[in-house]
């Protein structure tokens, strides 16, 4: 876990874009919840999950103190049990289904913090917002009460060049700047979530302000190891989608 956050803090420091901070998003969809106590006492406090279910039975094994981000696409009939599992939700790539969660959070009588998914790469095998439709699709979200939007986040290609990596995220960021431009959130909304295993550096110096890492954080390390394994173990990965 050293290595991830010093390679993040590398990253931060030498990116002109870069945010003043940046979060560590583990994800832990691919490994047992025997590792969350090591996680824990690695200091990580923010994980994330693709799958509602799957987060459902893995939460309740966790410590109550961490804060659980949904970071895949999310089905409308799954949607009432993602508002009671997921405190913040990272995915939300269609007006159709910003609406339903509204009306869901208003029946709980809540907001909820999101992130608007925008296919910045323009990839047609990504979900999202296209990027010249999300400002108005972030108008149209903010005139539901019970959405929160906290910023933006997307996926670059995989296997993409560093040049069309970099072009993703510039246009996230982009998008973003433009979005506090016209007063349409306010300075402390404009969250960036992109970067993944194979692209968290590149993106940390184009502005992420979250990384998502699952693989990274875990390659190498044996799940019954002490914890030490992951406070200060190498880390590399390359590949999948986190």
């Known amino acids: 876990m050293a290595a991830i956050r010093a390679r993040i803090e590398a990253a ?3 990116g002109p874009e870069a945010a003043e901070a940046v979060e560590l998003v583990v994800v832990t969809k691919s490994v047992e919840p025997s590792i969350f106590g090591p996680l824990a006492a690695a200091g990580i406090r923010t994980v994330g999950e693709n799958r509602v279910q799957s987060a459902a039975a893995r939460k309740p094994l966790g410590p109550n ?18 508002i009671e599992i997921f405190d913040v939700f990272e995915a939300l790539d269609s007006l159709r289904l910003a609406g339903h969660l509204d009306s869901l959070l208003a029946d709980a009588g809540r907001p909820w913090p999101v992130y ?20 108005e699709a972030l108008r149209t979200v903010l005139g539901h009460a019970h959405l929160e939007p906290r910023g933006f986040m997307t996926m670059a290609k995989i296997g993409a ?16 700047d433009e979005s506090l431009r016209l007063g349409l959130l306010e300075p402390g909304a404009g969250g960036l979530s992109m970067g993944m295993s194979d ?21 190498g390390v044996e799940i019954d190891k002490d914890p030490a394994s992951l406070a200060g173990g190498e880390a590399a990965g390359a590949g999948e989608q986190a």
């Open 161 to 176: 060049e560093e040049g069309d990596l970099r072009a993703t995220f510039r246009t996230l960021r982009e998008i973003r």
């Open 116 to 135: 608007l998914q925008v296919n910045a790469a323009e990839d047609p095998a990504k979900g999202g917002f296209a990027p010249g439709e999300t400002l």
């Open 12 to 14: 931060r420091i030498r």
């Open 65 to 82: 103190d961490w804060t659980w981000h949904g970071i895949g696409h999310l089905q409308r009939n799954k949607a009432r049990t993602a």
């Open 199 to 219: 692209d968290f550096e590149i993106a940390v110096e184009e502005g992420a302000t979250l990384v998502r890492v699952g693989r990274a954080v875990f390659s």
